[in-house]
């Protein structure tokens, strides 16, 4: 059964800019320690800005999914958006985001992400 579902698109622009001034700083607000690794592999600064968009338009649209946003206790990075061998995006969730998706009874997540040039797209259901 559907317990929620979230969509958000954020400009590829406004997250380089932020990459550009806060580097390190802003990867380290927002990433995970999974996330932190695969961005490591992306040589180019736009896939590392394409990386960054995408993932935070699935973190956003998963804290959708929860119905609080960035609220009661729900952080950015606890929700990982990581990539299979085929480069398939999932999300992995610790901490007190785990907690609180399981106090939902939200076991299964499933995500997908779209992006131009110029915008990220991420699509998540959580059942």
Known sequence: ?????????????RISRIFLRYGQRF???????GEKEELKIRSH??????Y???NFAGKEAFSKVLGL???????????EILRNHNGKPYIHLSGNT???????????IKVSITDT???STAFVIGE
Do not use: H, T
């Open 1 to 13: 059964m559907i317990k929620g579902i979230g969509i958000d698109s954020v400009d590829q622009q």
């Open 27 to 33: 990867q380290d607000r927002i990433l995970g320690p």
């Open 117 to 119: 040039n110029n915008l």
């Open 45 to 50: 600064i736009f896939q590392k800005i394409r």
């Open 52 to 54: 960054l968009s995408n």
């Open 69 to 79: 946003g960035f609220s009661e206790g729900v952080s950015l990075k606890e929700i």
């Open 98 to 108: 785990y907690k609180i998706a399981s106090s939902l009874n939200i076991k299964n």
